[in-house]
């Protein structure tokens, strides 16, 4: 299909004579989908029982009458005042024992089954409205879970469930005491009705303690996903999606996209930048009206594989955010860049938030399409530029690359509770790697881990990968690609103690981690013939070869046929080579690229991608400032 451009917007925050106006509008702009209704439930519903859809069946109407494709989202991220009057105690409770209060958004706690069931009738109520609505061609669900750190709660309806969960787990109390090491420091329990949530310790709770918690949030977050999945699935045949977001691990992506039909994300590259990235002062400067040149990349392949090859960008930034420290905005250029580069992934739809600027309330800062007294904001032309430009490219087939990347969320849940040394930290580890192969012009896959066992990839790395149960091990030993781990790879248990089996516990690799070392920021470990490790160390053991050394002699890189193990978080200089002796290991072609230009190939098309805020000549072309070149990949990709 060719790729689609969208919108979100709220009919609630503007007089009904303005809607047809602003629906003829966004067509006009080229835009075909709009989102609407995600944070209405006090206009749908003033009252308990006081339903009042007229307004939102005419805003339906209008659109659909304009050609435009709705996605309705349930409101769930937003209960009316009048829910908490209902159900009391169903707000999040943060980790010093405060309840999250009414007056933002998100505040409710997922393990509340009142609430629940509150979202499951509302839902229902919306898919008997609107389910065979010919406009209304998908639905969101909630929204972007996990926002404002909200997946963890430490109320008395998540301790209840949590104790519950705990025995179906473990299924006696004395299983859980040994799988938990509880002997240690005097922790056992005599009944699951003693176990309390991991916060107000003393010092740390026991790491096993934390980490099965972690697990529970993500499984209530999937359990209040499917409630509503469930409610909506008999009422449309319409796809069911929800908008993640950037570098929020809390919960399974995984596991909450097993139910739906479309992965979605909420894509702000600038706001990104400031907020959420580890960079020097350097590159947040080159890149500050940009974004990261890798960001974007890293959630768009990571979503694409949450989706299963189907994925959208829900929200796309058009120009300054609110939410960020610094909220510059984006170059000229930009807004379409993003939006093409989203495309070159395999966006389906890329979605902009928002249509109109509010001139009231939390996000009146934040820009949209249209100013809020409706005057075109510069990102309005960039919008009907890539809708004439994906109107000519027409349709963008994905093909699988030859390099995949394995990610586990509950790595990050593990090594956020024991991180051991301040500078580690899982989704930089993994996006380093992700770096080091996009510098190398390589595409990328991301694979779960119920998914390793798709064949093709002539490639995987699995860096950190906390956890290497009999099924991994097996798939990784016995697998054809070549399969890099490392560092920290295999040194926990599914209950956090160190494996009888020795770290990494690989048995086609001779290789044993006998001590670990964490290095401060102003310390590195160089390696011979160039690089160095930083934060973590693994000291290795073992009869595999030594591909690389430290100075010191010990080993920073060992392999054994097709499993190598790195001791080190590498810095990009290692990883640069680590990258380059992989591919040529497995006769695989790079492209290295200069700083801020990337490379992403589709079936048909080569995308040259470039972030710089000045033009750059790759290979004989000549690609502008924050411009995107697309070459047939059937032709030389030499000018």
């Known amino acids: 299909m060719t790729p689609e451009l969208g919108v979100c917007y709220y009919p609630e925050h503007w007089p009904e004579e303005m809607w047809a106006k602003d629906a ?12 609407i209704g995600e944070f209405a439930w006090s206009r749908m519903e003033p009252a308990p029982g006081d339903l009042r859809f007229d307004w939102l069946d005419r805003a339906i109407e209008v659109l659909g009458a304009a050609g435009l494709k709705v996605v309705l989202g349930t409101p769930t991220a937003t209960p009316p005042r009048w829910m908490l009057e209902k159900h009391p105690d169903m707000l999040a409770v943060d980790m ?22 509150e979202c499951v009738r509302i839902a229902r109520i919306m898919g008997e409205r609107y389910g065979r609505n010919p406009h209304v061609a998908a639905w969101q669900i909630d929204n972007e879970y996990g926002c404002h750190d909200t997946t963890v709660s430490y109320s008395q309806p998540a301790l209840e469930a949590f104790r519950h969960w705990l025995a179906d787990q473990y299924g ?4 859980l005491n040994a799988a938990w090491g509880n002997v240690f420091w005097s922790m056992e329990y005599d009944s699951f009705d003693q176990i309390d949530l991991p916060n107000l310790t003393v010092t ?6 934390v980490l099965a918690f972690r697990r529970f949030s993500s499984d209530q977050v999937v359990a209040f996903n499917t409630a509503q999945v469930d409610a909506l699935r008999p009422l449309t045949d319409a796809p069911l999606l929800h908008n993640y977001m950037g570098r929020v691990l809390d919960f399974d992506h995984f596991k909450v996209g097993e139910d739906l039909d479309i992965a979605t994300w909420d894509s702000y590259p600038i706001g990104f930048l400031s907020d959420r990235l580890e960079a020097d002062e350097a590159h947040k400067s080159a890149f500050l009206q940009q974004g990261d040149p890798d960001m974007q990349a890293f959630h768009h392949d990571l979503y694409r594989a949450v989706g299963r090859g189907r994925w959208w960008v829900m929200e796309q930034q058009p120009g300054p955010v609110n939410w960020a420290p610094y909220n510059p905005a984006p170059l000229p250029g930009m807004v379409r860049l993003w939006s093409l580069e989203a495309v070159a992934h395999g966006a389906e739809v890329v979605s902009y938030f928002r249509w109109r600027q509010a001139p009231f309330a939390q996000e009146q800062m934040h820009a949209g399409l249209l100013t809020p007294n409706d005057r075109p904001a510069p990102a309005l032309a960039e919008a009907r530029q890539t809708a004439d430009e994906l109107a000519s490219l027409g349709t963008v087939t994905q093909t699988q690359a030859d390099v995949a990347i394995l990610f586990d969320y509950a790595s990050d849940w593990a090594w956020a509770t024991q ?34 066992a798709e064949a093709g990839y002539q490639l995987i790395l ?6 290497l149960d009999n099924g991994m091990e097996q798939r990784l030993t016995e697998g054809s690609e070549l399969a890099i781990l490392g560092p920290r790879s295999g040194a926990i248990t599914h209950d956090f103690q160190i494996p009888e089996t020795g770290r990494p516990g690989l048995s086609g690799l001779d290789c044993e981690v006998d001590l670990v070392e964490t290095l401060p920021p102003n310390v590195q470990r160089d390696v011979v013939g160039g690089g160095a490790a930083l934060h973590w160390i693994d000291r290795l053991s073992g009869t595999a070869s030594d591909l690389l050394t430290y100075a010191d002699g010990t080993a920073a890189l060992k392999g054994q046929d097709r499993l190598w193990y790195l001791s080190g978080f590498p810095d990009d200089a290692l990883w640069d080579r680590v990258v380059a002796m992989a591919a040529q290991r497995v006769d695989l072609n790079v492209h290295p690229m200069p700083a801020g230009l990337r490379r992403r190939e589709t079936d048909q098309h080569v995308f040259l991608i470039n972030y710089n805020a000045k033009p750059i000549v790759w290979n004989g072309h ?16 030499e000018g």
């Open 24 to 35: 003829a509008r966004m067509a006009e702009t080229g835009l075909t989908w709009v989102r």
């Open 96 to 117: 010093q024992g405060q309840p999250r209060k009414f007056g933002s958004r998100r505040h409710y706690c997922f393990s509340h089954q009142g609430y629940i069931e």
């Open 172 to 175: 006696t109390v004395d299983a």
């Open 204 to 209: 740390e709770p026991n790491p096993a303690h």
């Open 419 to 452: 991180p051991q040394g301040a500078g580690f930290d899982y989704f930089r580890l993994v996006f380093s790697a992700y770096r080091a192969l996009r510098r190398a012009g390589l595409s990328v896959d991301f694979i779960s881990p119920t998914d390793a």
């Open 462 to 467: 699995a860096p950190g990968l906390s956890t």
């Open 622 to 637: 000549e690609i502008g400032a924050c411009d995107v070149a697309i070459l047939d990949r059937n032709a030389p990709e």
